[in-house]
T-cell receptor, first 110, second 117 residues
């Protein structure tokens, strides 16, 4: 089954900079990949979905890329704000179920 | 749209008791609901998949007699942790999937923090 790897170390950046988070997977390319935001003690909130035939998807300050050759997705937050501080999870579809990475904690300092 | 609620948000119980957690889709009908468990600093682990009107499908290593799931309607699924023990203490999260309307996207509840003393 799939193994998903996200940066386990927290990412600390300055307000206004672009945050880039990485999600790597090991096996076959999934039909789609999703990114979620999770705040402490809360359930994940859906952000973006990108399909295997899409290279890039944007939503406001968010951008996701999907490289099936590298088996990697990158998640970018441009013009980051302290309110963007949270844990970001990537999830892959496998057999109709979602497999989650362990998440990367992002901290945006003012 | 696509709001999922859970109740209770927090529960503390004594070892050996049973706890029921409700998951509701408030503004759509969920053909499928999923139950996850998340330990601190770890990923969400799928416990079971629940389809309305049928028996839940449990993931490997999850005891179906300990974690009872009922999906009696298209808007409600319940998870009952029977004879809870301290090692069952965790954050339990449900998600709902409607199939056609919000295709391929699961919408998550706010989670239930279970503490077993």
């Amino acid at each position: 089954s799939q193994k998903i790897e996200q940066n386990s170390e927290a990412l600390n950046i300055q307000e206004g900079k672009t945050a880039t988070l990485t999600c790597n997977y090991t096996n076959y390319s999934p039909a789609y990949l999703q990114w979620y935001r999770q705040d402490p003690g809360r359930g994940p909130v859906f952000l973006l979905l990108i399909r295997e035939n899409e290279k890039e998807k944007r939503k406001e300050r968010l951008k996701v890329t999907f490289d099936t050759t590298l088996k990697q997705s990158l998640f970018h937050i441009t013009a980051s704000q302290p309110a963007d501080s949270a844990t970001y999870l990537c999830a892959l579809e496998e057999g109709g179920k979602l497999i989650f990475g362990q998440g990367t904690e992002l901290s945006v300092k003012p | 749209g696509a709001v999922v609620s859970q109740h209770p948000s927090r529960v503390i119980c004594k070892s050996g008791t049973s706890v029921k957690i409700e998951c509701r889709s408030l503004d759509f009908q969920a053909t499928t609901m999923f139950w996850y468990r998340q330990f601190p600093k770890q990923s969400l682990m799928l416990m079971a998949t629940s389809n309305e009107g049928s028996k839940a499908t449990y993931e490997q290593g999850v005891e179906k007699d300990k974690f009872l799931i009922n999906h009696a309607s298209l808007t409600l699924s319940t998870l009952t942790v029977t004879s809870a023990h301290p090692e069952d203490s965790s954050f339990y999260i449900c998600s709902a999937y409607s199939g056609g309307l919000f295709t391929d996207t699961q919408y998550f509840g706010p989670g239930t923090r279970l503490t077993v003393l």
